[in-house]
């Protein structure tokens, strides 16, 4: 579904991605691991047309993307929750779920979605008329995963979803991507969290200084002894 193939992006004269090329299928979870500063999150940015790239190229089911603008990208189902969440802090919470559906013109699957979302993330109901400004870190990072359901994506582009979540707050993250990816949606992950990212993905790249260095499956990595000694505490 997505192809990576041949990757390289530079900021000045550093090389932030290496020349990496990954794969990922229709309704696979696959993670993508490693330290910060590897490259992870100008991979995905990349995929987004939010950083340029100096060679390689990107393919979304067949169709080469590696030019294409970010809002062509969005309207191809590839969506994608940033680091950080950067939700509309100002709006309420249902202010920034229509947001997501920015581009949609079908009112009724809004409704839809928007129900969908309310039922994922029950939080979200209760505050949905709520400043966003005013959630939680784990209620705004549950509002910005659900703004991009909104928009009925067929790949989601998770970057960090647990970065700065208490351990109870991360799980119930995790608890929601193991829904979605039962209703068959594409994830590619980005995650420091190195367990909980091989757990609940089916494949997993391991990412150093810009390059891949390891893919596997991920049961065979969370066994691997170089993982377990690289992101794993030395044990599982």
Request: no cysteine.
């Given at each position: 579904?997505?192809?990576?193939?041949?990757?390289?992006?530079?900021?000045?004269?550093?090389?932030?991605?290496?020349?990496?090329?990954?794969?990922?299928?229709?309704?696979?979870?696959?993670?993508?691991?490693?330290?910060?500063?590897?490259?992870?999150?100008?991979?995905?940015?990349?995929?987004?047309?939010?950083?340029?790239?100096?060679?390689?190229?990107?393919?979304?089911?067949?169709?080469?993307?590696?030019?294409?603008?970010?809002?062509?990208?969005?309207?191809?189902?590839?969506?994608?929750?940033?680091?950080?969440?950067?939700?509309?802090?100002?709006?309420?919470?249902?202010?920034?779920?229509?947001?997501?559906?920015?581009?949609?013109?079908?009112?009724?699957?809004?409704?839809?979605?928007?129900?969908?979302?309310?039922?994922?993330?029950?939080?979200?109901?209760?505050?949905?008329?709520?400043?966003?400004?005013?959630?939680?870190?784990g209620e705004q990072q549950?509002?910005?995963?659900?703004?991009?359901?909104?928009?009925?994506?067929?790949?989601?582009?998770?970057?960090?979803?647990?970065?700065?979540?208490?351990?109870?707050?991360?799980?119930?993250?995790?608890?929601?991507?193991?829904?979605?990816?039962?209703?068959?949606i594409t994830i590619f992950?980005?995650?420091?969290?190195?367990?909980?990212?091989?757990?609940?993905?089916?494949?997993?790249?391991?990412?150093?200084?810009?390059?891949?260095?390891?893919?596997?499956?991920?049961?065979?990595?969370?066994?691997?002894?170089?993982?377990?000694?690289?992101?794993?505490?030395?044990?599982?």
């Open positions: 579904m997505l192809k990576i193939q041949d990757l390289v992006v530079k900021y000045g004269g550093i090389t932030a991605v290496d020349g990496i090329s990954l794969e990922i299928g229709q309704g696979e979870t696959v993670a993508l691991i490693g330290a910060n500063g590897a490259g992870k999150s100008t991979t995905l940015q990349a995929v987004s047309s939010l950083v340029k790239i100096a060679s390689g190229k990107i393919f979304f089911e067949g169709k080469d993307i590696t030019k294409a603008g970010a809002d062509a990208i969005v309207k191809m189902g590839l969506v994608h929750v940033p680091e950080g969440r950067q939700i509309f802090t100002r709006l309420s919470v249902e202010d920034n779920l229509r947001m997501g559906a920015y581009l949609s013109k079908d009112k009724k699957r809004d409704e839809k979605n928007r129900e969908w979302v309310m039922d994922l993330f029950p939080i979200l109901r209760e505050r949905a008329r709520q400043v966003a400004g005013t959630l939680s870190g549950m509002l910005a995963i659900g703004r991009a359901l909104m928009s009925n994506p067929k790949m989601l582009l998770l970057d960090e979803p647990s970065m700065g979540l208490s351990p109870i707050i991360t799980q119930q993250v995790f608890q929601v991507l193991r829904k979605l990816k039962e209703e068959g992950l980005i995650e420091q969290n190195a367990y909980d990212a091989l757990e609940i993905s089916e494949r997993a790249y391991i990412m150093e200084s810009g390059r891949i260095t390891l893919s596997d499956r991920s049961d065979v990595l969370i066994s691997d002894e170089r993982v377990k000694d690289a992101y794993l505490g030395g044990a599982v």
